[in-house]
């Protein structure tokens, strides 16, 4: 089992930035692939940004060049630094876990809010 919990959400203008943390407890961090989502009111879930436990990085098209993800073992967190943000980047933001895209544990997710 893994349980994972999300912090540093919140209400920032156009332009702004945040950083989220996904910290992650349970069995070993470094075995996980880790992963951001983020799901608009009204709209499906989608991919954000994901961090393989090999070490790449991959990002949706959307936040390319804005948000950065990152993994420190050493505290079992995942952090999103969000730079850039636009009201379309409002959403629930989900931290998981997995292997080979089959994200099996999910946080509870923190709410992104962005004012233009």
């Known amino acids: 089992q893994v349980q994972l919990v999300e912090s540093g959400g919140g209400l920032v203008q156009a332009g702004g930035s945040l950083r989220l943390s996904c910290a992650a407890s349970g069995r070993t961090f470094s075995y996980y692939d880790m992963a951001w989502f983020r799901q608009a009111p009204g709209k499906e879930r989608e991919f954000v940004a994901t961090?393989?436990?090999?070490?790449?990085?991959y990002y949706a098209d959307s936040v390319k060049d804005r948000f950065t993800i990152s993994r420190d073992s050493a505290k079992n967190t995942v952090y999103l630094q969000m730079n850039s943000l636009k009201p379309e980047d409002t959403a629930v933001y989900y931290c998981t876990a997995g292997r080979d895209s089959n994200w099996e544990y999910w946080g509870q997710g923190t709410q992104v809010t962005i004012s233009s």
């Open positions: 961090a393989w436990a090999g070490g790449r990085r």
